[in-house]
């Protein structure tokens, strides 16, 4: 079984460089990859929790068109909002994203913050929200895990589950411990690596880039 420490010695090296050449060739695309605006950014990630890709796309163009701006997102009608995310489920969404536009237009003169404990105070955003705005818009160091990508981290670095991911500290520590410098790229092809190949039943091993570099791949998949 491959050693955690030997894996996170080679990870920027070696593993990074491979999941991005993965995602390359089969990384998806979707609108909020395409733009770097933070507002663009944070209402994705708004309307992509607890909510697969594929329901989120069509509420996200159909609310940006709506309210393009933190200002217009404010003013907007609650029913209005609340018509376009319905299909999504949560019940409170509407509300929330409404307290937001107002949030951001009073606590920040309606731009997004680019702190971190900042974006955290805002309606709806949580830990992974928040450092998940901080990568993909500003392109900080953040470090993302949820039970998606913690999945795929627990495999391949032989850790054991510890709670769920989003709590579990040595597994955030960990991917920290790892990760490139600059993880925007990777981070989204980490998000579709564990979407597409490292799934929860009868992960596709021989698929993955990083399989001879993964502490699961190692004890599970037969040499051939």
Not at 62 to 86: G, N, Y
Not at 162 to 184: F, K, Y
Request: proline letters at 8%; a positive charge; glycine letters at 6%.
């Amino acid at each position: 079984m491959t050693s955690p420490t030997v894996v996170k010695a080679q990870f920027r090296p070696q593993i990074a460089a491979r999941v991005r050449a993965w995602a390359r060739e089969h990384g998806r695309r979707f609108p909020w990859r395409e733009t770097r605006d933070p507002y663009q950014v944070l209402i994705a990630e708004l309307l992509l929790q607890r909510t697969p890709y594929w329901k989120a796309e069509r509420a996200y163009r159909s609310l940006l068109e709506v309210a393009p701006t933190p200002a217009e997102l404010a003013a907007a009608p609650e029913a209005t909002i609340h018509a376009i995310v319905r299909p999504l489920g949560l019940a409170n969404r509407s509300r929330t994203l409404s307290a937001l536009g107002r949030a951001l237009v009073q606590r920040h003169r309606g731009r997004v913050p680019r702190n971190v404990d900042s974006l955290r105070a805002l309606p709806g955003v949580g830990p992974y929200t928040a450092a998940a705005v901080c990568c993909f818009a500003f392109g900080k160091p953040a470090t993302l895990v949820d039970g998606l990508t913690g999945r795929f981290y627990r495999r391949l670095l032989g850790l054991a589950a510890n709670g769920e991911a989003h709590a579990d500290r040595a597994l955030w520590r960990a991917v920290s411990e790892c990760q490139p410098t600059r993880p925007r790229t990777f981070h989204l092809a980490i998000i579709d690596l564990a979407s597409l190949v490292c799934r929860f039943e009868r992960p596709r091993c021989s698929e993955c880039p990083v399989a001879g570099l993964c502490a699961y791949a190692s004890a599970h998949v037969a040499p051939s």
